[in-house]
């Protein structure tokens, strides 16, 4: 039995209508009711279909999902990215910390070079990779074209961006969480 938004038969089916036909058969396909090849065939009959009896007709075997099941799977993909987003918060935690330094009228060189104030010493760190200077009562990071890159919370950056304690930092593949002095 299909749902009720499929029985009007002369009308042309929605793309809603579309999607959910196509969630019934990957269900079915899931449930092991329908094969692959068979799931592939009606997946062409929905995604064609010029009307709402061609898509009654590739639901006609198998069980309609009702509002239940779908807010059931909506619960279960949002606790799933909860999950994902608490374990990224706690190793963010775990980082260790790299102290910002007194400000001053000079620029914090970050590299494996000798010259650097603070030398990082791994192959992913550029030789004067990244440079943190204190202006306008601000922290600003920037990388210095650097082969690995800097990244700023978890995002790339190609010129100059404002940080604070708590900013998560990475310098190639060292990471740091920024702390305040």
């Known amino acids: 039995m299909t749902s009720p938004e499929f029985r009007a038969q002369g009308v ?5 209508e579309r999607d959910h036909a196509l969630d ?14 068979t799931f592939m065939h009606r997946m062409h009959i929905v995604l064609t279909a010029r009307s709402r009896a061609e898509v009654d007709g590739a639901l006609a075997d198998l069980p309609s999902r009702g509002r239940a099941p779908q807010l059931l799977l909506r619960t279960v993909a949002r606790l799933s990215a909860l999950s994902v987003r608490l374990r990224g ?3 963010t935690q775990q980082l260790p910390g790299l102290r910002l330094p007194e400000p001053g ?9 000798p010259v650097c104030d603070l030398r990082l010493g791994h192959d992913s760190v550029s030789r004067t990779h990244a440079e943190l200077r204190y202006q306008d009562n601000a922290w600003l990071l920037s990388d210095l074209g650097s082969l690995n890159g800097t990244h700023v919370n978890g995002l790339r950056i190609t010129g100059t961006v404002r940080v604070q304690p708590g900013d998560h930092v990475a310098f190639g593949s060292l990471n ?5 002095g």
């Open 12 to 16: 042309r089916p929605s793309e809603n």
């Open 24 to 37: 019934v058969l990957r269900a079915g396909t899931g449930d092991g009711r329908i094969s692959h090849d």
């Open 89 to 91: 918060s706690w190793r």
């Open 105 to 113: 009228p000079q620029p914090l060189r970050i590299g494996r070079a």
């Open 176 to 180: 740091f969480r920024l702390a305040s």
